[in-house]
């Protein structure tokens, strides 16, 4: 049973940076691709970041240059440091997982953690 778990999550001023956390509880993590996912309100949820098994990394537009995603397969955790940060990524942050990028997201939603940035 895979279980996500995000923290890091916090209140920031526009242009500072948070690192996310997302730690996998079950026994996919190290053969899945990760990635990280947000919702804004009113607004889909939407792939923001993503990391292979064997470490390719994709972004959306909005946030390339600024958000790096990383991983770490001996503590089962992705992170995604942000970077510039910017009003508009105010939003719930969540991790998921899949057998590749292509296939994700394929597991339970965790509960998310939070990000806002205002002044």
């Known amino acids: 049973q895979v279980q996500l778990v995000e923290s890091g999550g916090g209140l920031v001023q526009p242009g500072g940076s948070l690192r996310l956390s997302c730690v996998d509880s079950?026994?996919?993590?190290?053969?899945?691709?990760m990635g990280w996912y947000r919702q804004a309100p009113g607004k889909q949820r939407e792939l923001v970041a993503a990391i292979a098994s064997g470490g390719r990394t994709i972004y959306a537009e909005s946030v390339k240059g600024r958000f790096t995603i990383s991983r770490d397969n001996a503590k089962n955790t992705v992170y995604l440091q942000m970077n510039s940060l910017k009003p508009e990524d105010t939003a719930v942050y969540y991790c998921?997982?899949?057998?590749?990028?292509?296939?994700?997201?394929?597991?339970?939603w965790g509960q998310g953690t939070q990000v806002t940035v205002s002044s």
């Open positions: 079950g026994s996919i993590f190290s053969n899945s691709a």
């Open positions: 998921n997982a899949g057998r590749a990028i292509a296939t994700m997201p394929a597991v339970s």
